[in-house]
């Protein structure tokens, strides 16, 4: 009897122990399954942060890259900027230098168009003084026509005159001969008569 109660013990003792393995299985496979729905959990966790890391690094990444070719663009179109400033300025330099020289120019030409105005206002008043003195010319000329019209209308007379005055010379001529002629017979005729009645008396 007494070895029947100690087997039931040892039996009742067993399978009480039989049940704490149990439970423990069941806790530790309980505490397993949670383990590894947390570890599961993790993983996507830190999968999602590796994710979203990669996706901020190759953010970082491809802003530096946009940062190294903006910083690179920047810089070209600086120099760029200061080789057409350099330009620019050389070109500048040359308008002004070409602005001088065209005020110089300008002056210049001020000078030479004021002596030409000057020879132009001479020239003027020289046509206006010769043309005063070709209409004077003009009408002395005229004068002098309408005079040398008169003077050979007057000569044409005064030959006209002459003419007739050597016609009426020769005719007074020929009479002053006609009256010699006369003259000489009657004192020839009277020296006659005068030696006629000279002998009768």
Request: proline share 0%; hydrophobic share 35%.
């Amino acid at each position: 009897n007494f070895l029947g109660l100690a087997l039931e013990e040892a039996e009742g003792a067993l399978e009480s122990e039989e049940n704490k393995v149990l439970r423990a299985q069941l806790e530790l496979g309980q505490t397993k399954q949670e383990i590894d729905r947390k570890m599961a959990e993790k993983e996507r966790s830190l999968k999602i942060h590796v994710k979203i890391n990669a996706r901020a690094v190759d953010s970082m990444h491809a802003s530096l890259e946009a940062e190294q070719r903006s910083k690179a663009e920047a810089l070209r179109i600086k120099k760029k900027l200061e080789g057409e400033i350099n330009e620019l300025e050389i070109a500048l330099d040359h308008a002004n230098k070409a602005n001088n020289e065209a005020q110089k120019s300008i002056k210049r030409y001020q000078g030479q168009f004021r002596e030409a105005e000057c020879a132009y206002s001479e020239e003027a008043r020289v046509r206006q003084e010769m043309a005063e003195k070709a209409s004077l010319a003009d009408r002395r000329a005229n004068a002098l026509a309408g005079e040398m019209e008169e003077a050979r209308s007057l000569l044409d007379s005064a030959e006209r005159g002459k003419r007739q005055t050597e016609a009426e010379l020769s005719e007074s001529r020929n009479a002053v001969n006609e009256m010699t002629n006369i003259n000489s017979k009657a004192s020839a005729e009277k020296r006659s008569v005068e030696g006629a009645v000279h002998a009768m008396h």
